[in-house]
């Protein structure tokens, strides 16, 4: 019965997002540099600014490397994942449920905790240097 909660609050939040679409706003790092560069001759050395468009560089190619190739195949092997256990639940199968649980949580590992961290980290350094302008 708890899973059975949990899923309908999963099923209600995936089926409202289209995580084929998801994205982050890497127009928006676009934007920064782009406003940024009609600021380049007023401030800063040119080092200062290589750097600066160095990082806003590797926060757009990271973006795409998270979202494409981490997030939306997570999200879809999480909605597979959900899907096994709550028919496993629906037949009260539930040492299969457990199992199937078991197996998906240990495939989250490490690299989940640090793509978060990454795009925790980029979603800051974005405010900040919107913050900035």
């Not at 001759?41 to 190619?61: I, K, M, V, Y």
């Not at 040492?95 to 978060?116: C, H, M, T, W």
Request: proline share 3%.
């Amino acid at each position: 019965n708890d899973f059975v909660a949990v899923y309908n609050d999963f099923r209600d939040f995936y089926d409202a997002y289209d995580f084929g679409d998801a994205r982050t706003h890497c127009h928006k790092l676009r934007q920064i540099r782009m406003r940024m560069g009609r600021r380049q001759p007023r401030f800063g050395t040119n080092t200062q600014w290589q750097e600066l468009f160095s990082t806003l560089h590797a926060l757009d190619n990271a973006d795409l490397d998270i979202i494409d190739y981490h997030y939306k195949p997570f999200m879809r092997e999480f909605d597979s994942a959900m899907n096994r256990i709550y028919n496993h639940v629906q037949s009260n199968e539930i040492p299969q449920a457990i199992a199937e649980r078991n197996v998906f949580l240990a495939s989250l590992g490490p690299e989940y905790d640090k793509n978060k961290a990454t795009l925790e980290d980029m979603t800051d350094l974005v405010g900040d240097l919107t913050a900035g302008l």
